[in-house]
């Protein structure tokens, strides 16, 4: 998998970067984290399952799965929380004896909010709460950072190179937006890959072969998503300029932008996802 791996940010961290949860997201992370220069042995991961892959970095110096020794506070130089949010009630309060008066706490769990976290653990932590998404898994992720008022600007520079190991950042300073954020970016690949599936079954109701219809959709909407990605245009334009007056493109997007199209829709839907966020969160 292609990471940027230019910048070697994370080599030369004072202490140590404790990954609590290495799941899909944690993977993730630590996969970029170790193309940007992270040594192992600065490396600690809590994680009950390990894949094969920690256990090799436990080869290369990393501590897997260790008890706190007496350095642990002094060591920490950030703990990355990855675990699922129904985990955090019994996961976090134990990270409070590695929390020391430097360590930055950063945790990507969707819906815990950092009053959640700061009640975990000891008062005073220095706290940052983020959203990614799953194009992480590739290094194309965007995340959107939000920072409690114990965090410095060293530990903000910290969390913005933790987090550009799987994409994009975005800082906030309103912790109340992370729920639109959640309803647009955290889950906003499932409604382009249904967009895929969309029109993959338009395209067979059009009368094409479903394999076909199926690798038309697919590479149009990951050929599309490049082109955003690269070009300097925003959306709109790039919009306007493959719609000719009368054309074909242009039938379809008087469809797609009529009454009921897609902006109703999707704002419809980005507001459910954010009262559902609100609420998941408490
Ligand atoms: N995936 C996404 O696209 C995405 C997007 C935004 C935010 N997030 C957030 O990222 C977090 C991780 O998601 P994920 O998809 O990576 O989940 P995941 O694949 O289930 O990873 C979580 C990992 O944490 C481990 N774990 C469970 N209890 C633990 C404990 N007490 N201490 C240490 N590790 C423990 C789990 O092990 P077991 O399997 O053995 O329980 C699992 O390997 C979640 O909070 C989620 O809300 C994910």
């Known amino acids: 998998m292609k990471r ?92 409070g004896l590695y929390v020391g008066k430097s360590t930055l706490v950063l945790s990507i769990m969707a819906g815990r909010t950092i009053g959640f976290i700061e009640k975990a653990l000891p ?16 290094g194309r992720g965007i995340t959107v950072a939000v920072a409690n008022a114990k965090v410095t600007a060293r530990q903000r520079k910290l969390a913005t190179d933790l987090l550009s190991a799987i994409g994009k950042v975005e800082w906030v300073k309103d912790e109340a937006l992370i729920d639109a954020v959640t309803a647009l970016s955290g889950s906003g690949p499932a409604y382009v890959f249904l967009l895929a599936e969309a029109m993959t079954k338009a395209g067979i109701a059009a009368g094409l072969p479903a394999d076909l219809a199926s690798r038309l959709a697919r590479e149009t909407v990951a050929g599309a998503g490049e082109l955003l990605h690269r070009s300097t245009l925003d959306a709109a334009t790039l919009r306007q300029n493959v719609t000719s007056p009368g054309g074909t493109t242009a039938a379809a997007l008087e469809v797609l932008m009529g009454p009921d199209g897609f902006d109703e829709l999707l704002t419809k839907a980005i507001a459910a996802a954010t009262k559902r966020s609100r609420h998941l969160a408490g």
Do not use: C
Not at 123 to 138: E, F, H, K, W, Y
């Open 4 to 95: 940027p791996t230019d910048k070697k940010t994370l080599s030369k961290l004072s202490g140590a970067l404790l990954l609590v949860g290495a799941g899909k997201m944690g993977s993730a992370m630590l996969d970029g984290w170790l193309a940007r220069g992270l040594n192992p042995k600065k490396l600690a991961v809590i994680e009950p399952q390990p894949h094969k892959s920690i256990k090799a970095l436990a080869r290369r110096g990393a501590a897997l799965n260790a008890k706190p020794g007496p350095k642990a506070k002094a060591d920490a130089e950030a703990i990355v929380i990855a675990v699922k949010p129904q985990t955090a009630p019994d996961a976090v309060p134990p990270l």
């Open 123 to 138: 008062s005073g932590t220095a706290i940052v709460r983020a959203m990614p998404n799953t194009p992480a898994a590739i």
